[in-house]
């Protein structure tokens, strides 16, 4: 019986399977991360938002005010990154930015009126989205819990454990 982690031979002469492109689940990743950020991208100019600024709000409407910390660990991104992005959500009125006054080195990030009135309509994007898909309920709880799984593995796993 043939071991079901063997990848299939290839018929291109001199290549390497361990080092084909269609092999590779990075790629995978890589393919399907960009496909579904494209799909998002017309659900979420009306509401005047990129993806990544739609993480954060995301955040927000579930979490309610956050430090910039507590939101870049949230979504693994970071203060580089997030600070940028907050100023453009705070320049268009849905957050405000502000010291904590308990800790002046603190940054704590909340929602105004206008992002919280944006909650109602983002409430579609994720039902257009699933739509668009084209995946059952249960093919979607499925993924879901496969990329949650992965993710939770692949953050445990050492720099130094792929030299193995």
């Known amino acids: ?3 079901p982690h063997e990848l299939p031979p290839t018929t291109e002469p001199g290549s390497d399977p361990l080092l084909a492109l269609d092999n590779q689940v990075c790629f995978a ?3 399907s991360s960009l496909a579904m ?3 998002y991208r017309p659900l979420l100019a009306p509401l005047g938002l990129t993806y990544p600024q739609y993480l954060v709000m995301l955040v927000l409407w579930e979490h309610g005010q956050q430090s910039v910390n507590q939101i870049g660990q949230t979504l693994q991104l970071d203060s580089g990154t ?3 992005l907050l100023k453009r959500l705070a320049t ?3 957050v405000e930015r502000r010291r904590d006054p308990q800790d ?3 940054v704590l990030v909340d929602l ?3 992002g919280h009135q944006l909650r109602d309509r983002a409430r579609e994007v994720p039902k257009a989205l699933v739509c668009r898909m084209g995946l059952s309920a249960a093919e979607m709880r499925q993924l879901q819990s496969t990329l949650d ?3 939770r593995q692949l953050g445990r796993a050492e720099p130094s454990d792929v030299s193995r």
């Open 1 to 3: 019986m043939a071991d």
């Open 104 to 106: 002046e080195r603190r």
């Open 82 to 84: 997030l600070t940028p």
């Open 29 to 31: 990743l890589y393919a």
């Open 149 to 151: 799984t992965l993710r």
């Open 112 to 114: 105004t009126e206008s």
């Open 37 to 39: 950020t494209k799909l």
């Open 92 to 94: 268009s009125g849905l």
